[in-house]
């Protein structure tokens, strides 16, 4: 559906926790091409940023890649050109997410498999990317 | 054989050539076909990237150009013909009284820009809604305490018959990024209740402190920026629905918006093609006036003698209008000496 | 506003070749003689062929015929007219766009001309290029005049809705008489004949149709033509005018499936500008055909009885 | 996914220019502006079809994704796009040329096979794309037969085309392709509402809205733009 853009969002209290302001953001995609789950992203980090400021909450909260942040990788942190700390935003998201009652995404299926095992010209080479993430995770 | 310049156009370029060239010693007529000098300047309310008092700046060029003995200025007055070669013009302007013919050394062309009408962009619905607006006309309504009041939201437009083949100029109009930058700060400061966004393809800040002008509107300010061209604004009872795409997402969104500001083009001067062949000097393609050589003579018009000033020449912002004022005036002052 | 320069070319010939619409001829035959009726009383004498097809844009967009058909069956079409030595009027939005842009890019293209006259040679028929293509509606625009004049029943109180339709507008944005984005030349002719204009928001919205969405994409499609119907309904126009058969149709038989399936209450009649020129131009109730509509029946019939039937 | 330039294709765009005989060109002229999905009216409905970033990957020569995507399925054609570029990009005629592309490499039959019945039972018998038969009990109720309705209004009982006609366009189809190409994809029975029991009548109706008519499994395809995985997929 077409985005009604609002203003009241998860976006205050993130930027509570953080103490900085997302608007810093300069999108340029340096966090999310590092990342090591950026194969899984069905936001990329910056998008998630992107849509915080639109106060697209429910976008954000249901999307997977809050899950797929961990904790302690500071990766996209340090290269971050303003200094935006991705991993704290995204822990205050899951935090945010399990108070409303949404579920973890963290036990699905990963995202590499859905869209190999659904698309039959790359069935071989998605059964190849499937067993790789399973050895990761 | 005189010793004196002519300069064409009396908006900030202009007026810093008549003064340079006064300051060395040089007879100027500096003509206007306005009333008032200071031109697209002096309908500004402020400056970028620092807030300075547009008016207060521009008065103050003014009073020092119209107080110096040698440089006599003529309102209401437009060239009507030019022959003769460098540092033997003669020209024949028409003033409000009558015509009078002069002899000059050399000429300077500082006839600045106009903000095109984007009459021809319906789907922003101009023309048709008082509250679709262009850039000049906010500055218009921000001098005149017309904003719109409470928590009201105000959409910017950037690229409105810039960066368009279809409708506009394909040449990047270069200021439009600062001043809607400049524009949405100042609806801040004077509504803070207000909520601003602003739609862009790219931002264009090339300029000591522009780039931190900008950040400072999204940052201090809280302007949301959307990349995405505006696609369509349409009325809807008593707001303007902005619809556009968002690509940093990739999803369609729409603001209601209780103004829409369009920054649009700047675009040669009226009548610029017509000043040129008067003055036998080259337009580009657009009707801007061409210089000699891009790089090293960007004033040097394809006519000896005839000196290039500000805008006219390409979109460009009031400090290198200044510059170029200056270097033309020094040009033009080779032939007085 | 309507571009003069496009709206002064326009011929305003004796004769012109009446190139039919399918879902007007099968679904909506009001729209067929209408349009016939009306210019015969504009003083351009249609003429038909039976020899005209389907101009092939359906199953173009379908992707089932290639360029490589769909291209000769487009100059069999036109060469019709060329035979006559008439321009083209056609009903359809989807007609003009496919037999416009398709002509121009032959008459463009020497080699795709000759080879698509190679195959027309083998049925004795030759391309030339020679023959326009005008929409319906910009001949009523171009005759305006002739409809002030022509006027016998008034629509006076009537609240006429326009939409105008993609194909027209949207591809004819170099050539059509109008601006893409704000067009206004069939509220000028609404207003010629009598009625009241009801602006709504989404006026330039797509009808939601989308060549073949409406057959393999039906969510998509019904959830865009809601979106219309609901900025339509909330207008309240007795009358929602259209240029296109297909939009028509779409606009038309939508609502009862909306109202079937949503037990919504959608009921705005929607007809064609043939027919509403038809019914301005005293046409005789059963030339309009509006029994075959599905929506808003009843409220056709109100006004017809308003106006007089 | 990680997607790797060595895989795009660097002269598919060049290659492409010539079978799209003109219809597409200047794509590289994109701006990436966004302005074409802004009023877009299917991205307003599913914002996966994007037809700004179909472009990208055009010129990236991402061509993989484009050709497999169902987005590629979903343009409407109402032109808007190209009514408002500010290059003049005529997108309608690149996703028209891009499905005949995809249909080369294997994508998007299932769309196909149900619209080859219009071409064959109706554009090529009839001359006529359109017929007079309705799917839909309800508006054959209201309508009743449309010959009558069109005698009324002063034509004749049916419009046909003569056998001239006919034969003309049927010898075109034959001569460029079309028949065999027809012959090849085969066709799916459309969904008659008439034949519906009283069962499948109440699903429908209690359904907000229907789900795709006929044998298609679009489902299947590789689901890529936009939200890839979201939240249909999770349900999945």
Not at chain 1, 77 to 93: H, R
Request: glycine share 8%; charged share 25%.
């Amino acid at each position: 559906m077409r985005l009604r853009i609002v203003e009241d969002g998860v976006r205050t209290t993130v930027e509570q926790a953080i103490h900085k302001s997302l608007t810093s953001c300069l999108q340029c995609s340096k966090c999310g091409g590092g990342c090591a789950h950026t194969e899984e992203f069905d936001l990329t980090p910056r998008q998630v940023v992107e849509s915080l400021l639109d106060c697209q909450d429910d976008k954000v909260l249901d999307s997977r890649t809050i899950w797929l942040c961990g904790k302690n990788c500071t990766g996209c942190q340090a290269v971050c050109p303003v200094g935006l700390p991705l991993n704290e935003i995204n822990a205050v998201l899951r935090d945010e997410a399990l108070a409303r009652g949404i579920e973890p995404k963290y036990l699905q299926p990963s995202l590499v498999y859905h869209k190999f095992e659904h698309c039959a010209k790359h069935r071989g080479e998605g059964e190849a990317s499937e067993s790789i993430f399973r050895r990761k995770a | 054989m005189s010793k004196k310049t002519l300069v064409i156009g009396g908006g900030i370029a202009g007026i810093t050539a008549a003064q340079k060239i006064a300051q060395n010693g040089g007879e100027v007529i500096l003509i206007e076909k306005e009333a008032e000098l200071g031109g697209n300047f002096a309908k500004l309310a402020f400056t970028f990237p620092v807030l300075g008092d547009a008016k207060a700046l521009v008065a103050k060029e003014i009073d020092s150009v119209k107080s110096a003995a040698t440089v006599e200025i003529l309102t209401h007055t437009v060239l009507q013909s030019c022959q003769g070669s460098a540092g033997d013009f003669t020209v024949e302007l028409k003033t409000a009284t009558g015509t009078r013919t002069e002899n000059v050394a050399a000429i300077i062309v500082a006839a600045g820009f106009h903000y095109m009408e984007p009459t021809a962009y319906t789907e922003y619905s101009y023309g048709r809604s008082p509250k679709v607006v262009t850039s000049l006309e906010f500055e218009k309504m921000a001098a005149e305490n017309r904003l719109p009041q409470g928590k009201a939201r105000v959409a910017f437009v950037h690229c409105v018959g810039s960066r368009d083949k279809a409708k506009g100029y394909r040449y990047c109009s270069k200021i439009c990024c600062s001043y809607s930058a400049k524009h949405a700060i100042m609806m801040k400061k004077a509504n803070p209740e207000s909520l601003n966004y602003v739609f862009y393809i790219d931002i264009r800040a090339l300029g000591k402190g522009y780039e931190e002008f900008i950040r400072l509107a999204m940052e201090e300010y809280n302007v949301r920026y959307i990349r995405g061209r505006v696609a369509k604004v349409i009325e809807s009872e008593q707001k303007l629905l902005v619809r556009a795409e968002d690509s940093l997402i990739g999803n369609p969104v729409e603001v209601e918006a209780d103004l829409v500001v369009l920054a649009s083009a700047m675009e040669p001067p009226e009548g610029s093609r017509e000043l040129a062949g008067v003055l036998g000097i080259a337009t580009d393609e657009y009707g801007f006036f061409q210089e000699a050589e891009a790089n090293v003579r960007p004033v040097n018009s394809s006519k000896p003698g005839i000196f290039l000033a500000g805008s006219c020449t390409q979109p460009m912002e009031i400090a290198a209008s200044v510059a170029m004022g200056g270097l033309a005036a020094s040009e033009a002052l080779t032939l007085i000496k | 506003m309507p571009r003069p320069d496009k709206v002064a070319q326009i011929p305003k010939p004796e004769q012109i070749f009446f190139f039919k619409s399918c879902v007007a001829s099968n679904k909506y035959p009001g729209i067929e003689s209408c349009g016939w009726d009306s210019l015969e009383i504009l003083g351009v004498q249609p003429v038909d062929s039976d020899e005209q097809t389907c101009c092939g844009g359906f199953v173009t967009f379908a992707n089932v015929a290639a360029p490589t058909a769909s291209m000769p069956a487009v100059a069999r079409n036109l060469s019709l007219a060329e035979e006559k030595n008439l321009d083209t009027c056609v009903l359809c939005n989807g007609c003009w766009t496919f037999l416009n842009e398709f002509g121009h890019f032959m008459n463009h293209n020497e080699e795709v001309k000759g080879s698509v006259n190679m195959m027309m040679n083998m049925m004795g028929r030759e391309y030339k290029g020679t023959s326009n293509v005008y929409h319906i509606a910009e001949m009523y625009y171009r005759l305006k005049d002739d409809i002030a004049k022509n006027v016998k029943r008034p629509l006076k109180g009537v609240k006429v809705a326009t939409h105008y339709g993609c194909h027209y507008l949207g591809g004819g944005k170099y050539t059509a008489i109008d601006d893409a984005q704000m067009p206004t030349y069939m509220e000028e002719l609404i207003e010629i004949m009598g009625g009241t204009v009801v602006p709504y928001t989404a006026n330039r919205e797509c009808c939601g149709t989308g060549f073949t969405q409406i057959i393999n994409g039906k969510d998509l499609s019904l959830e865009h033509t809601q979106h219309k119907l609901d900025s339509v309904k909330e207008a309240d126009p007795d009358l929602l005018i259209v240029q296109c058969p297909y939009c028509h149709s779409q606009l038309d038989r939508v609502q009862q499936q909306l109202n079937y399936r949503q037990a919504a209450a959608y009921e705005t009649p929607v007809i064609h500008i043939t027919q509403l020129v038809g019914l301005a131009l005293g046409l005789a109730v059963p030339k309009l055909a509006f029994a075959a509509h599905i929506s808003g029946r009843k409220r056709l019939e109100d006004v017809l009885d308003r106006i007089g039937r | 996914m990680l997607e790797q330039v060595k895989d795009w294709d660097d002269d598919f765009y060049e290659k492409f220019k010539p079978i799209a005989m003109g219809f597409v060109n200047e794509a590289e002229k994109c701006l990436q502006c966004g302005k074409c999905t802004g009023q877009c009216p299917a991205a307003a409905v599913t914002p996966s079809y994007n037809p700004r970033k179909i472009i990208r990957d055009l010129v990236n020569g991402n061509l993989k994704r484009v050709f497999s995507s169902v987005e590629l399925w979903q343009c409407f054609f109402c032109s808007g796009c190209y009514s408002v570029c500010p290059m003049d990009i005529n997108f309608p005629f690149f996703v028209f040329m891009f499905r005949l592309a995809a249909m080369n490499e294997g994508y998007g039959w299932e769309d196909v096979k149900q619209l080859e019945g219009y071409a064959e039972k109706d554009y090529l018998k009839k001359g006529i794309t359109v017929s007079t038969f309705e799917r839909n009990p309800e508006a054959m109720e209201t309508v009743g037969d449309i010959s009558k309705i069109r005698m009324a209004a002063g034509l004749p009982p049916e419009r046909k085309v003569s056998d001239r006609g006919l034969a003309e366009i049927n010898m075109i189809s034959d001569l460029s392709g079309m028949t065999s190409f027809m012959k090849k994809i085969g066709g799916v029975e459309l969904l008659d509402c008439k034949t519906c029991d009283d069962a499948q009548m109440k699903r429908c109706k209690n359904k907000p809205l229907p789900a795709k008519v006929g044998k298609i499994k679009t489902k299947l395809r590789f689901y890529n733009y936009g939200e890839p995985g979201g939240k249909a997929h999770a349900e999945a």
